[in-house]
């Protein structure tokens, strides 16, 4: 095919229909050139102005180029010979090629391609004092699943989108999306955050302000074996020991035996004993959290016979074993003056059982009235149980 090289054609519609055309002899000196002021072309599509009447006036101002099969040809207006506007324009069997952009020499800071809707530009940075400085709009109406999105992409990889995700013709979530993969269809939407500001991860219908599917972990949470985790009074999550208690009532206790007198828990004196000359002890069960730490027991009591005292047992049975481990194994030494002064005294744990496990032994309190010298007793008038306290940590 014949090279004809046509470097620009103007033509200017005037207002009879008639037209100029410039073809230079040598193309590569067109200039217009004004020395001393601003060098200016006009073109003026100039038409007739009326009511309802009159003619419509265009400019346009035609770059095109001819070339064979598979060879590129260029259109372009130049600035100072550093920036330009370019279109190449390469014909194939396939269907002709057609890009546009903006360069720096030779360098595209804008470039589209119509047939791969791909807008290429170097990294952009959007400075303005008014504070929607960039703003993103789908022009169609919200409704279900119609999305604004953002894609990221790496090579020929898509590595992650934001998208606005409408639910109804009035409502949207903003969902977080990652993945790798050379289709964005395949992309997973990880977060999402819904009108109502709850925020799910696994899940984009969040019921509760974080919602998540699937195990959470904590890094400031870790440490060794499973542990008990605690908010405190801002709300913050721990690991910290806390210090609890567990009150046991008068009437928690029944008699050990049920073979001598009767048990007696009074509401009105909130205490508890067995009937004077019983000698029967007082038994009740202890259900502490599974993890605890016993850290001490603490027994309240009215006792005023001076010749006699409280002896607490606090064991252990194991499931599977016939004899009891001894936790508390203490007696009391203290003497009311009278039927309303309550003494207490504080036992220490045996450090080898205070770790409560539940899994394999049940855990009970036992009672039992002694002489001073540690013999088996009756139970007397002057003696009653207020209560047990015990003090534990998770």
């Not at 599509?45 to 040809?73: C, D, K, Q």
Request: aromatic share 10%; with cysteine.
């Amino acid at each position: 095919m014949k090279k004809i090289f046509i470097l620009l054609l103007f033509v200017v519609n005037l207002a009879h229909g008639q037209s100029v055309t410039i073809t230079p002899a040598d193309a590569s000196q067109t200039t217009i050139r004004k020395f001393g002021g601003t060098a200016t072309l006009r073109i003026v599509g100039a038409g007739e102005s009326g009511f309802g009447t009159g003619t419509t006036g265009n400019s346009e101002i035609s770059l095109s180029n001819m070339t064979y099969l598979g060879a590129s040809a260029t259109s372009s207006i130049k600035f100072n010979n550093v920036y330009s506007i370019k279109n190449t324009y390469t014909p194939n069997l396939a269907g002709e090629e057609n890009t546009f952009g903006m360069f720096y020499n030779t360098t595209p800071f804008f470039a589209f391609n119509p047939y791969s809707t791909v807008l290429e530009t170097v990294p952009i940075s959007v400075s303005h004092t008014a504070s929607n400085t960039l703003s993103l709009a789908n022009s169609t109406a919200l409704g279900n699943n119609v999305k604004n999105e953002i894609f990221f992409k790496t090579g020929s990889y898509f590595t992650g989108a934001i998208k606005t995700i409408g639910t109804s013709a009035s409502f949207a979530r903003m969902g977080f999306f990652t993945y790798t993969d050379q289709s964005s269809n395949n992309l997973v939407e990880r977060l999402s955050i819904i009108d109502g500001g709850n925020v799910g991860i696994g899940t984009t219908t969040p019921q509760t302000a974080l919602h998540v599917i699937g195990n959470v972990r904590s890094s400031n949470l870790a440490g060794t074996g499973s542990r008990q985790v605690f908010a405190d009074v801002n709300g913050t999550l721990t690991t910290d020991s806390q210090t609890n208690y567990l009150a046991i009532s008068p009437s928690s206790f029944q008699p050990r035996y049920n073979n001598s007198g009767t048990f007696i828990a009074s509401d009105a004196f909130s205490d508890c004993n067995m009937s004077v000359g019983s000698t029967d002890d007082i038994i009740t069960g202890i259900n502490l959290p599974h993890g605890a730490t016993i850290t001490a027991v603490e027994l309240f009591y009215i006792n005023r016979d001076n010749t006699k005292k409280f002896q607490c047992y606090f064991s252990r049975s194991g499931f599977g074993l016939t004899s009891s481990q001894i936790i508390v194994n203490a007696g009391t030494s203290l003497v009311s003056a009278s039927s309303s002064d309550i003494k207490s005294i504080i036992f220490t744990p045996n450090s080898s059982y205070i770790t409560v496990d539940n899994s394999s032994f049940s855990y009970k309190i036992i009672l039992e009235v002694q002489t001073t010298a540690g013999v088996s007793s009756t139970w007397s008038a002057d003696m009653s149980i207020k209560g047990i306290k015990i003090t534990y940590t998770l």
